[in-house]
Nanobody, 119 residues
């Protein structure tokens, strides 16, 4: 069973930065897409960013220029660097792997990590 462990969430003031990480418990397992989703209170889960095994990234419009997704080569580890955070970025962030495309979620989800942007 693939398990994804997330870390890096927390409380940050507007304009601040955080970096989230995601690591598979089976690090030799390869996935074409690694992605980040988020779910704000009262909202549906939203795709945020994805990256292919070639290192090609994609982002939802609301985070372009502020968030950067990366991965450890072809290994099952990914990061989401977030800068210029705003209250609307407050959400539980989930790592996801195994998707068939940037906006097609895969079967495996992380446990979620809370990001709260507030003064």
């Amino acid at each position: 069973q693939v398990q994804l462990v997330e870390s890096g969430g927390g409380l940050v003031q507007p304009g601040g930065s955080l970096t989230l990480s995601c690591a598979a418990t089976e690090p030799d397992l390869k996935f074409h897409i690694m992605a980040w989703y988020r779910q704000a209170p009262g909202q549906q889960r939203e795709w945020v960013a994805g990256i292919t095994n070639r290192g090609t990234p994609a982002y939802t419009d609301s985070v372009k220029g502020r968030f950067t997704i990366s991965r450890d080569g072809d290994k099952t580890r990914a990061w989401l660097q977030m800068i210029s955070l705003a209250p609307e970025d407050t959400a539980v962030y989930y790592c996801n792997v195994g998707g068939g495309g940037f906006k097609i979620p895969g079967r495996y989800w992380g446990q979620g990590t809370q990001v709260t942007v507030s003064s």
